[in-house]
């Protein structure tokens, strides 16, 4: 027979039998809707975290005093015990790495509210201090105005540029630059607006203002907070030696003994997304099992069913083989319709996976996702399934003796 025949007949087996089939469908849903569902949410999160984290430029990388993600409060006591990063540690690394495409520094205080006239931000805006080549690694883009220069922080001039947050909530119908805004009581003229950065989780990535480093320090104080380093090397190829260079030079600035740990970390956009896919890693393995398992007890079910199926039809194999059916025919007949009803039922769990995965995920105001790999992955499962399960009832339908089977009853 024909494949298409063979799959039409097997169709047809399966219609005949609905309530059967829907049931026997459900256990493989079950399976599939587990495993796709969180992977979507898992999807959704790592996407929109690597959306929103992408404030470093290419290629670059920043050391700071603190780690970017640390687990739990054990090792607090020792990073808070190391030495702050200075504006001086920076210009001193500035000067060892000439060569560079881009290096600068920052440091930043929250929970400030920003002034202008009797209009004010809540009191949750970001100050930062950032030196001239800051913009470059940071990946800051002016859209009107002009940046901070070497000059206004050589005299640390009362200037700032404001995110793109800023200037909605205060600045409506009116042009910011030039204007005066007030810092805890303290003005700033507008030189420049920033570029709209995109939202992080529903939250507004614009909310803050930038002075120039030696300004901040002027108003907060040197030792308030310690100063980040960002570097970008002159490409890819470049940007390992740049990092191990930035790390033997650091180390010598601060005087860590050899065959001490460094005083200082380092991270990169693509560091953060390699702890956050460390930390989902054991979520996806706990998903795989809990699916896999699922889909071993809904392929016992199948078999069941086929093996019912085959003594049901007994009498019908008898004569399809008396009148010439190949024993490859009716071997592929039932297994086509046991793998028929795995790929159905993984159809159905990955469309509903992903649709409760984002509607889930949209709680949380993620990005929409579709985890295409696991998808691939899900359908892989259920065709495994089916020819596993489906092999051995296969097999003994293809080998049932004709003369015994027109005799039975």
Partial sequence: MEPLQLIFISLQSLKTN?????????????????????????????????SGIQFLNKNSFEIQKWPVIHA???????????????????????????????????????????RFGNKKTNPDTYVIGVTEGTYRTLNL????????????IGYANDVCVLGNFIVEKLFYNINPVGQIVRVDGKPFRVIGILKKQPEFFGQSQ????????TTFQAVYGKRTQSVAITIMSSGPQDYNPTMETAIG??????????????????????SIMGQINDMTGS??????????????????????????SVTERTREIGIRKAVGARRSGILMQFLLEAVILCLIGGFLGIV???????????????????????????????????????????????SLDPIEALRYE
């Fill in 18 to 50: 609905r309530l059967r089939t829907m049931l026997t469908v459900l256990g493989v849903v079950v399976g599939i809707f587990s495993i796709i569902v969180i992977m979507t949410i898992i999807t959704m999160l790592q996407n929109t975290i690597e």
């Fill in 72 to 114: 739990g409060d054990h090792d607090w006591e020792k990073y808070r015990n190391r030495k702050d990063i200075t504006l001086d540690d920076f210009y001193r690394l500035e000067k060892l790495m000439p060569d560079v495409m881009g290096i600068g520094a920052h440091v930043g205080t929250g929970g400030k509210v920003i």
């Fill in 141 to 152: 883009e002016i859209e009107e105005g002009r940046e901070i220069r070497k000059t206004d």
């Fill in 206 to 213: 614009d909310n803050y203002i930038v002075l120039p480093i």
């Fill in 249 to 270: 030079y650091m180390r010598t600035i601060r005087k860590v003994p050899p065959g001490e740990d460094n005083d200082f970390d380092i991270f990169s956009n693509e």
């Fill in 283 to 308: 979520i996806r393995i706990g998903a795989l099992v809990v699916s896999i398992i699922a889909l071993l007890a809904a392929g016992v079910g199948i078999m069941n069913i086929m093996l019912v």
């Fill in 352 to 398: 509903l996976g992903i649709l409760i995965g984002n509607f889930a995920g949209s709680f949380l105001n993620a990005e929409i996702a579709i985890p295409y790999d696991w998808v691939l992955i899900g359908l892989s499962l259920c065709l495994f399934v089916g020819v596993l399960f489906g092999t051995y009832p296969a097999y003994k339908a293809a």
